[in-house]
Structure formats: C-alpha cells, structure tokens
C-alpha cells in the first residue's frame, strides 16, 4: 500500500532548482528522510529529518545546496535542492519510518514510488 508519495521531480540544467514534496499518510511517522539512486550505483541516502528538525543530516554530496524540511502539520516533507548538478541526476526516493531517524535505509520500512531527477549540463 502506498503510504509515501513523491512530487517535484523532473528535467532541469545545472545550476537550476527543484523542491520534493513528500505527502505521507497512514500514521505518525517520526523519522523521515531522502534516498537516492543513480543509474548503475545503489540507492544512497541524501538527508533525514528528525519529528522537530532539531536532527538533521546531509550526504557530503548535497551538503551546503539541499536543504531537508519538514511539515508534520501537513504530513508532509520537503528537500530543496538547489545548484543541481549531473551527478545529482537519480530516482529520489521518500523514506519514512514509526521510530528515530537513522542514516540506515535498513531501518526505514515504508518508502514512495519515487520521483525522477535529471540535470543536463
């Protein structure tokens, strides 16, 4: 069942912006976080997201240019990605889970269908 839903990716060129929007739905989920997977490469984590947003962490890779929020308001999360570069072209996928937030995609057991990014040079 589809409790994840991400929006928000799509075509853009290096150096553009783009915002993922993830709507959850189905219970309370107090660690969030951002996956993704490039062609060929496993699925890596991008940025998490404690219940406050007091905790939060970044790839090395996006550290600086993504920015992970969240709206518990709304049940929803956010990841602004700003200077796109190629690299950054991959699946990004919601990740959510009942318990803390954790860097382990192991540990996340309820994931979105995904949302495709891909930034041309």
């Known amino acids: 069942q589809r409790q994840l839903v991400e929006s928000g990716g799509g075509l853009v060129q290096a150096g553009d912006s783009l915002r993922l929007s993830c709507a959850a739905s189905?219970?309370?989920?107090?660690?969030m976080s951002w996956f993704r997977q490039a062609p060929g490469k496993e699925r890596e984590i991008a940025a998490a997201?404690?219940?406050?947003?007091?905790?939060?962490y970044y790839a090395d890779s996006v550290k600086g240019r993504f920015t992970i929020s969240r709206d518990n308001a709304k049940n929803s999360m956010y990841l602004q990605m700003n200077s796109l570069k190629p690299e950054d072209t991959a699946v990004y996928y919601c990740?959510?889970?009942?318990?803390?937030?954790?860097?382990?995609?192991?540990?996340?057991?309820?994931w979105g269908q995904g949302t495709q990014v891909t930034v041309s040079s």
């Open positions: 997201i404690s219940w406050s947003g007091a905790d939060t």
């Open positions: 189905g219970r309370t989920f107090y660690g």
């Open positions: 990740a959510a889970r009942a318990g803390y937030v954790t860097r382990r995609s192991s540990a996340y057991n309820y």
